[in-house]
């Protein structure tokens, strides 16, 4: 897996929009899946939203029709567009890799993450 640093959190109010970036080093970036998980106080860390090296994305029921990922391989970057942000949606945000190359989207597949991004959405 690549190492990643997360950037462009803040706080928003609700039915604001924030952009998260990630950031990897590494070589062979385009050949892995890229996620986005959130973790909340007194909560377990949840996968967000995930993007396979050939585009296709996943997301949590929860973010559909609000949240967008996106990849620009060119530069080792990863985005989140975050729309209609609502309250639950407080969290920090954090950015992982694959473990290995050309895999599907699964969740259970990234088990390091970088420093993650505070996202506060007030009422």
């Known amino acids: 897996q690549l190492p990643v640093v997360e950037s462009g959190g803040g706080l928003v109010e609700a039915g604001g929009s924030l952009r998260l970036t990630c950031t990897a080093s590494?070589?062979?970036?385009?050949?892995?899946?890229m996620a986005w998980f959130r973790q909340a106080p007194g909560k377990e860390r949840e996968g967000v939203a995930c993007i396979k090296w050939n585009s296709g994305t996943t997301y949590l029921d929860s973010v559909k029709g609000r949240f967008t990922v996106s990849r620009v391989n060119a530069n080792n970057t990863l985005y989140l567009e975050m729309n209609i942000l609502k309250p639950e949606d407080t969290a920090v945000y954090y950015c992982?890799?694959?473990?290995?190359?050309?895999?599907?989207?699964?969740?259970?597949?990234?088990?390091?993450w970088g420093q993650g991004t505070q996202v506060t959405v007030s009422s």
């Open positions: 590494g070589s062979h970036y385009d050949r892995y899946a």
């Open positions: 992982a890799s694959d473990e290995a190359f050309y895999r599907p989207c699964d969740f259970g597949n990234f088990r390091r």
